[in-house]
């Protein structure tokens, strides 16, 4: 599984969850500071160094940082498309077609092509989906609560 996993919330920790369900070993990809700024993200970002820091802290408070290795992301597919290791791809329906073209890349390369894992988007408090751009706007909480527009700008300071 990969991501930026910038903020970290309700939705990244499902996907997690799920990836350590299914996987014995638990490869996560974090894009780098040089790729993450590729993807032109409508807010800032914490560094990679930040955002590595921070997944590691959750994998050792879970009890699996053993069973799962962080891995840096330079480019859309990371290691998936080289490793015959991989089995599965852990992803959310958004990033699905992402995983289509990884295995597409598998079989151009004599690989097997990996299980799909697929996960539903979780969602706050008004029926959107949890993501870290709605964070850093101030529009809702890491657990998708709606956040009143009076402690937006509260909200959004402390995470600067």
Not at 52 to 58: C, G, H, P, V
Not at 73 to 82: A, E, I, K, N, W
Not at 98 to 116: D, F, S
């Amino acid at each position: 599984m990969g991501g930026t996993f910038d903020v970290l919330h309700r939705g990244h920790r499902k996907l997690l969850k799920r990836a350590l369900l299914v996987g014995r070993r638990v490869l996560i990809g974090v894009t780098t500071d040089r790729f993450a700024r590729t993807l032109h993200k409508p807010h800032r970002f914490d560094t990679y160094a930040k955002r590595k820091r921070d997944l590691a802290r959750l994998l050792v408070r879970w009890g699996v940082s053993s069973r799962s290795k962080i891995v840096p992301l330079d480019d859309r597919y990371g290691p998936t498309v080289r490793n015959s290791k991989i089995q599965a791809l852990v992803v959310s329906r958004r990033t699905l077609g992402t995983a289509r073209e990884i295995n597409a890349r598998r079989r151009g390369r004599g690989l097997k092509p990996l299980a799909i894992d697929p996960i539903d988007l979780i969602l706050a408090d008004d029926s959107r989906p949890i993501s870290s751009t709605r964070i850093r706007r101030g529009r809702i909480d890491r657990e998708g609560r709606l956040i009143k527009s009076g402690e937006r700008k509260e909200r959004s300071k402390q995470l600067e």
